[in-house]
């Protein structure tokens, strides 16, 4: 049986985020979650509105991440430098989903959004390029490595990187085309 030790808001407060999350997840501690959401909360609500076309999704979806994380919490690489593991699931997990859930303007006619994707592919660097069009063609990440000689786990790093340049780049410009 572990025992816990009441503790006051500022003695959470000071705690490390590696101490935090031990409480959280060996000693279940709820309140202890409640304080890395303090923390980071608006640092990930930032990171949302990037990807949303409004405060209430960019909040709704920084919500989500956070439920989504408390359950990878038991994750050891989450304990050491949260800050960096928790921009990393928030890019890799979180805006996956934001990613598919973008809502594209109903006036925005196909040949202006092709015009933005083109525009967008065309500002990447070439292996992000390559790696996009093999993917956008539904090859697989072996395939892709065949023909570009790249490991596979680069190219999902390229991958990743592209798809999300291209999402910023739809979404910072495809307003001024309507």
Not at 100 to 113: R, Y
Request: hydrophobic share 35%; with cysteine.
């Amino acid at each position: 049986m572990k025992v816990t030790v009441n503790i006051t808001p500022s003695e959470y407060r000071r705690l490390s985020d590696e101490e935090l999350i031990r409480r959280y997840t060996d000693l279940h501690e709820p309140d202890a979650i409640n304080y890395l959401f303090e923390r980071y909360g608006h640092l990930v609500l930032g990171t949302c509105l990037k990807y949303t076309d409004n405060a209430n999704k960019a909040k709704r979806l920084a919500e989500d991440v956070f439920v989504k994380m408390i359950n990878d919490l038991k994750d050891p690489e989450s304990h050491y430098h949260f800050k960096s593991w928790l921009f990393h699931y928030l890019e890799s997990y979180g805006l996956a989903d934001a990613s598919s859930k973008l809502v594209i303007p109903e006036p925005f006619a196909h040949s202006q959004k092709k015009k933005v994707m083109e525009d967008a592919m065309a500002e990447l660097p070439a292996d992000q390029k390559i790696c996009v069009e093999l993917y956008e063609k539904n090859n697989s990440y072996d395939a892709i490595a065949s023909v570009t000689g790249y490991p596979v786990q680069r190219i999902k790093n390229l991958l990743n990187v592209g798809m999300h340049r291209i999402r910023t780049y739809f979404l910072t410009h495809s307003y001024r085309h309507q």
